[in-house]
Structures are given as structure tokens and as C-alpha cells.
């Protein structure tokens, strides 16, 4: 009798636990369904409707949930390792050389096609906050590393050309046949015509036909450029062109892109950024912007 009453309570018991499951599950459906369909759900504001598709609603919270899943935690990792090492190296007096970001930038903008005035300012303040992040976070992991001055000499005597940045410019050109040509695409410029789209009008150059008579980057002593167009690109401003020259293909007007100046850095300039090379080949593994969350009782909710 006894082992009756407790197989009933045990079944009793089963039952009550698969009534529970069986509502959670379904009250989790109902949430879903309310979020990916736009229902509200308390403190958010679900209502609000992200996307349709084919009459389908994506609701605000369930796009924002799906965010957070896929990206939250490694975006607001780099967020606290950004203000991290942004606190510690305002708390150690840490500043990066402006002329290493001027070279390092400027090697970037090389890689770069044509920018904008404002796209230009743009790339330069977002590759600068780049750069300054990671020399700060090898700065502060190197700070207490010693290095003999004759090594950082020595280095500095072996590899100085990577402290030095020879001026480079970026343009297209356009060649027609004839004077008269050519005055008619001054002619349309001055208009405000695009200078790439007559490019692919007007231009006998083949190769660059397609790129909208786009040339690319050059130094003064590269071989590659015809003659005369680094004396005739260096006088004008950028996002200028120039006036119809005569070239050994026909008659070319040039358009400056960009102007890159030369850098030279001294020793006393680069001093400090050596020995910070130096001193990070004794650290391993290599210093990683999480190594220094400790010092600043870092907690999130991860």
C-alpha cells in the first residue's frame, strides 16, 4: 500500500514538473514571437519595427538582441580596452611622437586610392587613434624594460631609412590627340565636369582608361612616371589640374590628388620608439591590452 501511495506522488510529482517545463517553453515562444514580430515586452521598446520582408516585421528589440549575441561582448571588449589604456597612459604621462604618426600615416595613405578632402581627415584622425592605442599598450608594457642606449644606436645607425618618408604624389592624367581636345576637356572641367568620367571619354591611354586616367602614387625618382610630371603635379594645389602640356603620347593634363610631404626623423625623435622594439623583443608572450585591466578594477558583464 505504502509503495503505491509513493509510485503516486512520484507520477504526481512528473506531472507537475512537465506542466511547468511545458508552460516556460511556451511563454518563451510567445516572447519570441513577439519580439521577431514587433510585440512589446517590458522595458524595451519592442513595438518599434527594424525591417520588413514580404509583409514579415523584424522588431527593434529582437534586431538588438540579435546584436548583442553576435557582437556584444567583442565590441564592448575593445570599448574598455580603448578607455583602459586611454586612462593608463594619461596616468604615466604617455605621449607618441607626432612625427611617427606622420610617417606611419603617410605610408598608410599610399595603399589608399583617391580620398576626399574629407574622407582624408577622416582616414588621418582614425589611423592616428590606431596607432596611438598600440604604442601606448607596448609603451606600458616596456615601461620598466631596460635598454642600453648604444643598442638603441645601433639600431637606429642600421635601419634609419625606415625613419624617413620621401614626398609622394597621387594623380591621374588625361591625353588626347590635339590642342583643340584638350581645350574642350579644360573646358568641361572648368564647368565642373568629373575629371575621371571625361578621363574614360576622352584619354588615348588604354591603361588607364578604365581607372578614369588614375595613375597612382609616385616619388620624384620613379622611373615609372613620364617626365615632367613631378616638376608640373608638385605646382599645383591638391585636387587641381593643371593646364594642356605637350607629352611624347599627345597632349596630357595632369590632376593632383594628393601631396604627401616628405618625412625625416631625427634620433632624438625616434629614440624612445626604439627602445620601445627593443624592450618588447624581452616580453612574451606579447603585451595584450586585457593584461592591464587589473590595474584599473575593470568589471563588465561578461
Known sequence: MRMKRKLLWIVIALLLVSNVVTLL????????????????????????????????????????DHLEQSYGRKALKEIINHHVIEQLAQ??????????LDLETSFLFT?????????????????????KHRLSVEELATMDVDVPEAEIQAYYDRYR???????????????VP???????????????????????EYTIDDETRRDGGYLGYF????????SGYFERATALEEHEYSEPF??????????????LPSVELTYD?????????????????????????????VEWIY
Do not use: C
Request: proline letters at 2%; charged letters at 20%; aromatic letters at 6%.
Open 25 to 64: 517553453i511556451l511563454n518563451s515562444g510567445e516572447k519570441e514571437n513577439r519580439r521577431m514580430h514587433g510585440g512589446t515586452t517590458e522595458g524595451n521598446q519592442g513595438n518599434q519595427v527594424a525591417a520588413t520582408i514580404g509583409g514579415e516585421e523584424i522588431s527593434y528589440e529582437y534586431w538588438l
Open 91 to 100: 596616468e604615466n604621462n604617455i605621449t607618441i611622437e607626432q612625427g611617427i
Open 111 to 131: 595603399l589608399e586610392g583617391t580620398l576626399t578632402s574629407t574622407q582624408v581627415e577622416e582616414k588621418k584622425a582614425e589611423w592616428e587613434e590606431m596607432i
Open 161 to 175: 631609412n625606415q625613419y624617413s618618408f620621401s614626398q609622394h604624389i597621387q594623380i591621374s592624367h588625361i591625353i
Open 178 to 200: 590635339d590642342r583643340s581636345t584638350a581645350d574642350r576637356v579644360i573646358e568641361e572641367l572648368d564647368q565642373g565636369a568629373s575629371f575621371s568620367a571625361l578621363a574614360r
Open 219 to 226: 616619388t620624384a625618382s620613379n622611373s615609372f612616371l613620364p
Open 246 to 259: 605637350q607629352t611624347g603620347e599627345g597632349i596630357g593634363i595632369l590632376y593632383l590628388h594628393r601631396n
Open 269 to 297: 625623435q625616434v629614440r624612445n620608439h626604439i627602445r620601445r622594439i627593443l624592450a618588447l623583443e624581452q616580453i612574451h608572450p606579447a603585451p595584450n591590452p586585457t593584461d592591464f585591466w587589473n590595474e584599473l578594477n
